[in-house]
């Protein structure tokens, strides 16, 4: 992978929003937006439609103020908003257990101290997340087991397995939950996506693909086009580009996402670009992974959505 994508690539991991602007209210704080798979159909759910619908992808779960990063209950106010997957970070403790968590110590996101690969859970089971802002709530650090059995029927979310995690594990656990059909990893480099699909050959599998010679690398790596997800970065390709992955059946991802002044959140929140969430679309984005959803959803949304559901919450 060229150093200059694998670097945009981790500036986007590194990445967190600070809320600096007003996020509005949902339009009906009781209905969520459900994606709901046929049984055995997420491979072919994830692979390019002729007409596709457009999505979004929430960077950590879609954070917002009093709703901390990679939290179950971030994750289900943010489909109160709307469609789309969840991007979700995943990180194991010195007992094995596997927790959502992006960073490796507890401090910015959590009333915790030290290094995560040395507490166990019941180290952490009690400790208080914080919002980006840095504010406490009482939500806790979720376990992945829980969070993949809150995803089914709701969302697909996509694992970003953080270093020293193993991905046997995940992918076990993710079999044990019956969580396969919203479930699916984001591989860093070809190896790693090979290496995934070594321990889960259905699994579909986000992959950085920039530029024609990744795409040439993935061709001889024995990985499956129909698990394939195109992640393209955080800065806008040609057209011309997207449409030769479109042409190989793939989505698009791209990311807006990100705190510096290059970011395309940034600066569409600030007004100091002409393009739209919408022109990203038509230029090719079949996923925007963003952190600001409140904001992309009304310029995406669809009313042609025949493959999900909306639910009214009990009151």
Known sequence: MPKLFT????????????????????IDPSVRHYLTIPPGGLATFMQRPTSPIPMLSHHRGGPVPGMPENSIEAMDNALSYGYGLMEVDVAQLKDGTLVLMHDDTLGRTSNGTGALNNKTWDDIKGLRLKDNDGTLTDFRVPTLEAALKWTIGRTILTLDIKRGTDFKKVAQLVDQTGANDYSMSIAYSIKQAQAFYSIAPE????????????????????????LVVAWTGTRLLEPAFYAKLHQRGWRTIVGTLG?????????????????????????GADIIATDRFWAVQPQIRNPNLFIYTQQRLAK
Do not use: H
Not at 8 to 18: C, E, F, I, K, Q
Not at 206 to 218: F, H, K, R, T
Not at 262 to 280: E, F, G, H, M, V
């Open 7 to 26: 670097l945009l690539m981790l500036l986007a991991g590194l990445s967190t929003a600070v809320f600096s602007e007003q996020v509005p209210a949902p």
């Open 203 to 226: 699994m579909p599998i986000s992959i950085g693909l920039s530029n024609d010679q990744v795409i040439e690398s993935l061709d001889a790596s024995g990985i499956p086009s129909r």
């Open 259 to 283: 705190r510096g002044a290059s970011a395309l959140d940034n600066q569409i929140r600030d007004q100091k670009t002409n393009i739209s969430y919408r022109n990203i679309i038509a230029m």
